[in-house]
């Protein structure tokens, strides 16, 4: 139930990329030639990645009690946002449904950049109306964030 909602907002690719990024760690990361050249180093997959092999070399190194602060420190300090970029869309769907507002629909309105390093840009629709707006390196993310700007205009 909710425990589980939780504990998958927290383990998300996107929220150990925030994660990884509010400690710089993109910055330590030896890439290759190629994977360097096409953006590696500010793609969500491969920081959450070295994010996750931190913890666990921390937990190799100095046991699960060095590996306890780290996790409360780095990752549990805003449960809050990250629970709710990672239930955005289905936070908004019940917001909707329980007001009885009408229908939504998000679309992809924009795909740029190579298909190795692909940009999508997404929109959230309220009956036909956009109401938010978003962009991401999958066109999950783009939805997400579309969810997640909506959210932020309604609860303003």
């Not at 936070?91 to 009408?102: R, S």
């Amino acid at each position: 139930g909710e425990m589980t909602k939780l504990r998958a907002s927290l383990v998300c690719e996107p929220a150990l990329a925030i994660d990884a990024r509010e400690i710089d760690l993109q910055d330590f990361i030896f890439l290759g030639k190629g994977e360097e050249n096409t953006g590696g180093r500010n793609r969500d997959s491969i920081v959450s990645d070295a994010f996750e092999a931190l913890i666990g070399a921390i937990y190799l190194d100095g046991g699960m009690d060095e590996a306890t602060k780290f996790i409360c420190s780095f990752v549990l300090n805003d449960i809050e946002h990250k629970q709710k970029f990672y239930d955005s869309k289905t936070t908004l769907q019940e917001m909707v449904d329980a007001t009885n507002l009408g229908s939504l629909h998000y679309e992809i309105v924009k795909e740029s950049g190579p298909d190795h390093n692909k940009v999508f840009d997404a929109v959230v629709k309220l009956n036909d109306e956009v109401i938010g707006s978003g962009t991401g390196q999958t066109k999950k993310h783009a939805e997400q964030n579309a969810a997640v700007d909506a959210l932020n205009k309604i609860n303003k």
